[in-house]
């Protein structure tokens, strides 16, 4: 009988080890600026400024927390930042999966040519639409708005969450709307009862990433918005960056702040991420 070869265990186990190595650095090397945001935002100014620096706060204080709601209205800022995003997500959700529906489903003249135009929009960046999207605001009496932004967000997510959302209508075989159009449903009710349900894990991880894109976006915000009583999280931490001094603590938790309401969308929304971003991925 042939014995084991050992070399074999021994090279397969170090394969294995260099794999978790691996792992763990990219989850520090990940992870770390925000643990080194956590603990910078409990310390007090001396221990930030030290020249050793310490990895665990000496004194915990909230006093960064104080200032940061207290002195900088960020209660406001998060408010403004989670309204203009849920509304555009929405809505561009909404409006993306009529339109990709429309061409998932239907064949028409210059189908092709639309979707390419669809994901050209998307692969430019955001900054080649800010001259026309600013003039346009303006004529239209915008500026300084938080429509402006959910305009210019809805724009700037529109071609990604249809080309997102196309795939997954690709997915539901048509079978299935054909047997309810037979038993008598109209188009808007199979959409509606039939498709939607099917595809709400897509629908999911779309409002999801658009959510976020929406969240973190600093450009528009910085332009469309000039009263601080308007301004975004992006935006208001920025603000934190003086001519004379940053304000590290008060940034330190801001940042941390701006994180939180993200990571229980994430966290509320986790099952339907992981069925969306699976779904089609096995076919029978």
Same mark, same amino acid.
């Given at each position: 009988?042939?014995?084991? =070869?050992?070399?074999?265990?021994?090279?397969? &186990?170090?394969?294995?080890?260099?794999?978790?190595?691996?792992?763990?650095?990219?989850?520090?090397?990940?992870?770390?600026?925000? !643990?080194?945001?956590?603990?910078?935002?409990?310390?007090? /100014?001396?221990?930030? #400024?030290?020249?050793? *620096?310490?990895?665990?706060?000496?004194?915990?204080? @909230?006093?960064?927390?104080?200032?940061?709601?207290?002195?900088?209205? @960020?209660?406001?800022?998060?408010?403004?930042?989670?309204?203009?995003?849920?509304?555009?997500?929405?809505?561009?959700?909404?409006?993306?999966?009529?339109?990709? %529906?429309?061409?998932? $489903? #239907? $064949?028409? $003249?210059?189908?092709?040519?639309?979707?390419?135009?669809?994901?050209?929009? /998307?692969? #430019? *960046?955001?900054?080649? @639409?800010?001259?026309?999207? !600013?003039?346009?605001?303006?004529?239209?009496?915008?500026?300084?708005? $938080?429509?402006?932004?959910?305009?210019? !967000?809805?724009?700037?997510?529109?071609?990604?969450?249809?080309?997102?959302?196309?795939? #997954?209508?690709?997915?539901?075989?048509?079978?299935?709307?054909?047997?309810?159009?037979? =038993?008598?449903?109209?188009? !808007?009710?199979?959409?509606?009862?039939?498709?939607?349900?099917?595809?709400?894990?897509?629908?999911?991880?779309?409002?999801?990433?658009?959510?976020?894109?929406?969240?973190?976006? @600093?450009? %528009?915000?910085?332009?469309?918005?000039?009263?601080?009583?308007?301004?975004?999280?992006?935006?208001?931490?920025?603000?934190?960056?003086?001519? %004379?001094?940053?304000?590290?603590? *008060?940034?330190?938790?801001? &940042?941390?702040?701006?994180?939180?309401?993200?990571?229980?969308?994430?966290?509320?929304?986790? =099952? %339907?991420?992981?069925?969306?971003?699976?779904?089609?991925?096995?076919? &029978?």
């Amino acid at each position: 009988m042939r014995k084991p =070869d050992k070399s074999l265990h021994v090279r397969a &186990g170090l394969k294995a080890s260099f794999r978790y190595l691996a792992l763990i650095l990219i989850i520090v090397w990940s992870l770390f600026p925000v !643990y080194w945001m956590l603990n910078n935002s409990f310390k007090n /100014r001396v221990e930030q #400024f030290s020249a050793a *620096p310490t990895f665990f706060p000496h004194q915990i204080t @909230f006093e960064n927390y104080r200032s940061l709601f207290n002195n900088l209205g @960020f209660s406001n800022v998060i408010a403004n930042s989670f309204t203009v995003s849920l509304t555009s997500t929405l809505i561009a959700v909404v409006i993306g999966s009529l339109a990709a %529906y429309s061409l998932s $489903r #239907f $064949r028409f $003249r210059g189908k092709r040519i639309l979707m390419i135009w669809i994901l050209l929009t /998307r692969i #430019f *960046p955001p900054v080649t @639409f800010v001259i026309p999207i !600013y003039s346009i605001m303006r004529n239209a009496g915008l500026m300084n708005t $938080r429509t402006a932004l959910i305009l210019a !967000y809805i724009a700037f997510n529109l071609p990604f969450a249809i080309w997102m959302l196309v795939n #997954f209508f690709n997915e539901i075989p048509m079978e299935i709307e054909e047997s309810s159009m037979v =038993d008598g449903a109209t188009l !808007y009710q199979t959409f509606s009862r039939i498709v939607l349900p099917l595809v709400l894990p897509g629908l999911a991880a779309t409002a999801i990433f658009t959510f976020i894109m929406s969240w973190n976006e @600093f450009m %528009y915000a910085m332009i469309f918005i000039q009263s601080p009583k308007l301004a975004t999280v992006p935006v208001a931490l920025s603000g934190l960056i003086t001519e %004379y001094l940053v304000l590290w603590g *008060p940034m330190s938790a801001g &940042g941390i702040m701006s994180v939180i309401p993200i990571l229980v969308f994430v966290v509320l929304m986790q =099952d %339907y991420l992981i069925k969306g971003l699976t779904l089609g991925a096995v076919k &029978g």
